[in-house]
């Protein structure tokens, strides 16, 4: 898609915003299971993606942005928030990452590609400042795996157990 300055900004604001939502969701979900460090990062990811949010609407200034339905976004659903799978309320923090990095990723690859396909040199600019925004994202996240425990493999999730 050979997105207008306009019809990108659009895109990215709400992709932020649904970023900011997801992350909220998260950090509830490991502060119900008393996982407090991967909540705090769960509330880090949703002010960086508030700033990122609140950045992006300051440099739209006096542009005027399409008011775009759900329908009309150019994506199935927003890069930084993937299917609802993962908000089980058994979600261990290893499996909390892996599904955050997965977003960062799709994120990434979404400004990166967006970037790639333009004709606009403003938004090839600001398109490949937000992918490497989402790299670095990306970075924290894997930190944060490397970190912390692989949860083993229950009795039910075995594939080899008889059924």
């Known amino acids: 898609m050979d997105y207008t300055l306009p019809e990108f900004l659009a895109h990215a604001i709400a992709l932020e915003r649904e970023a900011a939502e997801r992350y909220l969701e ?3 979900m490991m502060e119900a299971h008393r996982n407090d460090p991967v909540a705090q990062l769960f509330r880090d990811m949703v002010r960086y ?21 759900a329908w009309e976004y150019q994506w199935r659903e927003p890069p930084e928030a993937g299917g609802d799978e ?13 599904y955050a990095r997965e977003n960062e990723v799709r994120a990434m690859d979404y400004y990166a590609g967006v ?8 938004v090839k600019r600001l398109a490949a400042e937000f992918a490497a925004e989402e790299t ?27 059924r």
């Open 49 to 69: 993606s508030r700033l990122h949010h609140d950045s992006i609407v300051e440099r739209a200034g006096t542009i005027a942005l399409p008011a775009l339905g």
């Open 86 to 98: 993962a908000f089980d309320y058994t979600l261990n923090a290893y499996d909390a990452l892996r």
């Open 136 to 162: 670095e994202h990306v970075e924290a996240i894997e930190d944060w795996l490397a970190r912390t425990e692989r949860p083993s493999a229950t009795w039910a999730a075995d594939p080899h157990r008889e």
């Open 26 to 28: 998260l950090a509830d």
């Open 115 to 122: 970037g790639q396909g333009s004709s606009d040199p403003e």
